[in-house]
């Protein structure tokens, strides 16, 4: 191989390394696919929530499973804790209408993060929180996490056509006059 076609070829190999580092600048957004699909498939779904019946302790303020931060969580006198929704129901209303020792219905889901989440609470005469509102709050969360991963695709391939038309415009004039010229030398170096 003449010395002028390999220069010519390593120089391509160089012009296309920097297409790809300048590509390769948005990749970090990819990395939010999987915290998005994570978060879809996290969520469960209310076919698979389960219904016990529970003997009300008190309520309290503790850090479940792997949450950030602390909960509220409804306890039971045989030791188990479930999670409160805040954004669903009053605590405040639990704690005054909910009676130590008495025993109460409730659907629950279970979560990745540790923790089972109260979906529906009731006994015969009340309805603390209803599992209608549950399953709207979580399509709710299952649309903006479908809404979150289709606008980072989008922002992704929005970003990829942004920087292949405009920032590396100058590389494809070089890769295109090198093709050139690498044709033009093997055209002559072919008649001599």
Partial sequence: MDGYVKNKKEALRSVRKSIFWKYAITFPILLFIPVWLFGIYSLGSPDDWKYTEVVY?????????????????????????????????????????????????????????????????????????DDSVSCAAWEQERRECFLALYITVGLEIISLIFIDRLWCKGEYAKIQKMRQDIEKRNARIAHK
């Fill in 57 to 129: 302790s008190h309520i309290s303020s503790e850090t479940i499973g792997l949450q950030r931060g602390k909960s509220t969580v409804l306890n039971t006198e045989d030791g188990r804790k479930y999670v409160i929704p805040e954004k669903l129901v009053s605590v405040e209303h639990l704690k005054e209408m909910l009676i130590a020792g008495e025993t109460y219905s409730l659907v629950y889901s279970e979560t990745i993060a540790g923790g089972d989440h109260i979906e529906k609470l009731y006994n015969g005469q009340n309805m603390f929180l």
